[in-house]
């Protein structure tokens, strides 16, 4: 070979010449990556096993707990260790993904234990029953607004249009009624698919002791309304829901001058254009709307997506739950601290859960810390869905389901 023959002849060299040598060097040093890969297989099999007899033992300290009464989630041993693991490394730079790793190895084992408690039967009490179809007491639904408000038109579109119904100035008014048996579901908007949620309505499923039953979809087609005699040249002043207004706004961009007044929803907007009786008042609303205050369309399908559709969801004061009920929403809240969102997440992962939604709400009570509202595709009497409940309950610091429909 040409490199020993050099090493061998004592000629003086170039500088670049040593360079070449260093390097071919190196890589004679160096394995193949095909050697490093075989050896990176063969420790990969040494931690499946190693991990596979972790979790038999883990199996045996679950068996332990259930004839004892002891919780899964033991935090003071956790930490304990985390710390003992950490020692145990050599290079500092290894010390955080050591601990990582023994937080998720940790995470399953709990996650195997609830698997554990829920077959002997040991599942969270969750306290809802199952029904055919919603039953009525009262017979009454109540939504917020007035004749013609959105909230009216997807109660309608649930419960059909001879249901007897009221409404209230407020949502949380809604919820009242429902509390003190005035009527026996309330319809409420909790998201539109262009503004976004109805942050207040989830504040109230937390405050109220109501739980969703069911949702209905509706597709939103906003107008511009005026007086009979009115033209679109004569419009001011526009009136209408703060959503309204916003999912509307390419439209209103196109006239900067007029003034926006929010009001309460769409269907009072109409309402105050006809008690002012003005020309240069206007409303968005909808077309149905219209049609029930004998106002002019001055301008159709304002709002800016094509798509525009409401969520609304029903609730009631009984924790039911439809048989072919495939969506639960609940509520948790979580620590301050580093991962504690994604280890509540990770329950749902562990039990192949389909997240679908996540919302973050502040709470009232502490600055910059949030609780979250999460929907998933399931249902309460499956198996998955009951060790993801387990976890949660167990590891969080509150949890409330909201509903199941």
Known sequence: MILPVFLCQNLPLRPDCYMIIENTLRMWRMKDLDEIRREIDEIDRQIVSLYEERMQRTTEVAEYKISTGKQVLDRQREAQKLEKVKSLVRGAENRYGVKELFEQIMAMSRKRQYQLLNRRGLTPEIGFVQVDRLPFYTRKVV??????????????????????????????????????????????????????????????????????????????????????DAELSDVQTVYSHPQALMQSVDFLNEHKSWERIPVKNTAMAAKQVVKEQRRDRAAIASQVTADIYGLKVLKNNINYSEDNSTRFIIVGGEKLQMKEAAKVSICFEVSHESGSLYRMLSHFMFNNLNMVKIESRPMKDKSFEYRFFVDLDGNLNDGAMQNALKGLQEEALYVKVLGNY
């Open 143 to 228: 939504y917020q607004g007035v004749e013609g408000a959105y909230s009216q038109l997807a109660m309608k579109a649930y419960f059909g249009e001879d249901t007897e119904s009221f409404h209230v100035d407020t949502w949380r008014e809604a919820m009242e009624a429902i509390q003190k048996r005035e009527a026996d579901y309330a319809v409420l908007p909790i998201e539109n698919s262009s503004a976004g949620i109805v942050g207040e309505n989830f504040d109230l499923m937390l405050e109220y002791d109501n739980y969703i039953v069911a949702e209905q979809t509706i597709k939103i087609e906003h107008a511009l309304l005026g007086l009979p």
